[in-house]
């Protein structure tokens, strides 16, 4: 997604998009389709990087999606907001890796470890 197209998005559109893109990164990892995860994950950044752009920061309205059905979207969301909502952001990090809903709580489980050792900083 081009940064053009981004801007001219509502933020429930984001949103929407940002839930329709987890949805077909999920699945494409869950096919082993590495073309289609490397092709769409820009995609899903470029939406993360217009909502961090806008005034005040509007990243925080991914926390909407901690409660989302689908553990990929409630992953994403969680990594997407640590700068913006540190706390509850690893709350849902750790409910993830404590589901042991692989491959997610893997992923929950190394975000936690690099976020503990400073290997992360988000941003």
């Given at each position: 997604?081009?940064?053009?197209?981004?801007?001219?998005?509502?933020?429930?559109e984001i949103s929407r998009?940002?839930?329709?893109?987890?949805?077909?990164?999920?699945?494409?990892?869950?096919?082993?389709?590495?073309?289609?995860?490397?092709?769409?994950?820009?995609e899903l950044m470029a939406?993360?990087?217009?909502?961090?752009?806008?005034?005040?920061?509007?990243?925080?309205?991914?926390?909407?999606?901690?409660?989302?059905?689908?553990?990929?979207?409630?992953?994403?969301?969680?990594?997407?907001?640590?700068?913006?909502?540190?706390?509850?952001?690893?709350?849902?990090?750790?409910?993830?890796?404590?589901?042991?809903?692989?491959?997610?709580?893997?992923?929950?489980?190394?975000?936690?470890?690099?976020?503990?050792?400073?290997?992360?900083?988000?941003?």
């Open positions: 997604m081009r940064r053009e197209r981004a801007e001219a998005l509502t933020i429930d998009q940002f839930v329709e893109l987890c949805l077909r990164l999920q699945k494409s990892a869950d096919y082993d389709d590495v073309p289609k995860y490397n092709k769409l994950m820009p939406l993360v990087n217009e909502l961090r752009r806008r005034e005040g920061d509007q990243r925080r309205f991914l926390t909407s999606l901690y409660r989302h059905g689908n553990v990929f979207v409630r992953l994403m969301a969680a990594q997407s907001t640590l700068a913006v909502a540190p706390a509850e952001a690893r709350g849902v990090l750790e409910k993830i890796r404590d589901s042991r809903e692989m491959p997610q709580a893997l992923d929950a489980g190394m975000t936690l470890s690099m976020l503990d050792s400073g290997m992360l900083t988000p941003s």
